[in-house]
């Protein structure tokens, strides 16, 4: 499904110093592991990675091959893998507080539509629903954002992941700011995305969210190890 | 579409705000870019060094009632004063600047009080009064008789109709063409006729122009004497050869003009004024006149001038340091819309949207902001006074120059916020 082969990254501060992130990175999972969790101590670059998944980070060396196809650095050709396969969930939600649940799923369904031609509404509206119905979040369409519950922004963050049908969803510490209840109930959504189809990759420091992961994988010395 | 009204929504009042404060910069710009071109234009041409001339007063000295009488019953004396006016007007060396204030009455005057004598100053207005001479009953109204060179050194001009033709300045017939103030404007017309009198003796006045606003001559010490409200009556060309008249309004009119300004080229000084006339005085046997200097007008010219001079450069000062300051405003609004706006395009890169589509929608706003401060400046514009077509085109090609770098800017800060990502675009 996924491979990177000798991913190797540098990142420069502003004196000029360097400090290699990944040397020479390989990461390979086929299409029947779900779900791979990536652990690692704060600034090993699990957030860099899934960026370099996503096709938001350009600036590395060697091969991203996601389904049998080479993913392309040119920003135009990543943004479009991006809208077309993969579904992103961030920490702190990244929701907008200037347009309501649904709008703010809408964006995700409408990501796809194609420049000149009308998006169909209806069609649109319906499939933001049934995302929010997925995430057990149907009537909270005309809900502003600001009066989410941290779950409850999460979830809406989830249906917008998913509202385009991605066939990869990467989340970057989806439970790092809730508790335990509510990260436990985030996982079994995640679950079920999973049993739906998807594939997930997921950055964590969370012993519990990497257990419920198909694979586990530790990000140290600019490399991955797997983790029993 | 809808992003746009979101945004539009969402940051209505910094928007507006933006738009308010460029359209006002743009208006001051204008404004004061006319200003600067007229000043600059007035000071090449009205205000040179080379326009400076010493300027003297002329003035009979029979100031006993009785020997002034006696002067005007004199038909030679009379002859005298006029043969000495003449060769002050005709003189190669001096500008016989002959000007005098004497109100007209007018019958069945049109106007209202802002053409009285008393309009505006500390004298009264009057009413209307039966003419003893002609038993009609009228008015007096402003007016300034003056003779052809004071008419050229004052720059007077006509906005519509026609100057003075002083060959058909007829006193012994009764009929002399009039320029009337821009006051006049929508009481009378070109071509019609005033019936009215001066020192008693009954005239047809024909209306030939209206003067440009603002129209000034410097007149018994005051710089700016406007005649936006006034007749202007013209002088006859020469005394001598007048025709036919009776003497004691000969007599008048020739005192009113004798009692003139004298306008000299630099160098020429008082001594040289004083012996032109006193040459012409032996010529013409009139020697009871006195030259006065008037230096309050060489004073008030050169203040007037320096005035302008430093208050277009202090202007200048002042707008840079406005533009210096608006542009700060324009900018900290456009950073703060910018930040605003950020999150919003993170996340529609993040969703996947192409940069290109990031960039129609910032352009989409862009233009929102920039037509909004172009409709502005077009309802505002009509507000200022006389804002020049110079002026104008440089402050529209001003305008360009902005949107331009603005929307330049706009796109450098929207890769920075969307590329915030480290390694976003190559």
Redesign the interface.
Known sequence: MIRLEGMTKV?RDRNGAQRVLFDGLDLAFRDDVRSVAVLGRSGSGKS?LL?IL?G?????DGTYVADGRQVS????AA??F???K?G?VTQHY?L?E??NVL?NVL??VE??GV?GRRVDRKASVARARECLELVGLGGFERSRVNTLSGGEAQRVAIA?AIA?DPEIILADEPTGALDEGTEEDILQLFARLQRDGRHMVVATHSETVAQHCDVRLLLTGGRLVSVE | MSEVL??L??NVVPISVKVVVLALFFLIVATVASFATSVSSAISSAFSEETEVDLFGVVDTLTDPDAFYAFRQSTRSIQQLGAFYDGLNTSDDLTLLSAFDQQIPVQDFRGGDEFDPGYGNELSLTDEYVDATSGSVVEDVRAMQMNRQALEFYDIEVASGTSIDWGTVDYPGGKVPVLLGSAYEGVYQVGERLSGSLYLRPMEFEVVGILRQGSAMFYKGEMNTYLDSAMIVPYPESLTEIGSLDQEFLGILSFAMINADVASGGGTGFDGVADELRQISMRTGFEDYSLIGVPTYLIQFGLMRQLIVDNRGLLVVVLALLAGGVACAGTFVSLHLRARRR??A????????????IVRLQRRLWMVEYVAVGALFALGLPLLPGVGPGAFLATLALMVVWFVVDGLVQHRLLVGAVFA??????
């Open positions: 990142l860099t960026r996503a938001l980070d350009l600036r590395y650095r040119q920003p135009s943004a479009r991006r809208r077309e993969v992103i990244d907008l200037d347009r709008r964006l995700g990501v796809r420049p917008r385009k | 979101i945004d929504r969402r999150p919003a993170s996340v529609l890169w993040t969703l996947g949207w192409s940069f290109p589509r990502v480290p390694g976003g675009r190559s």
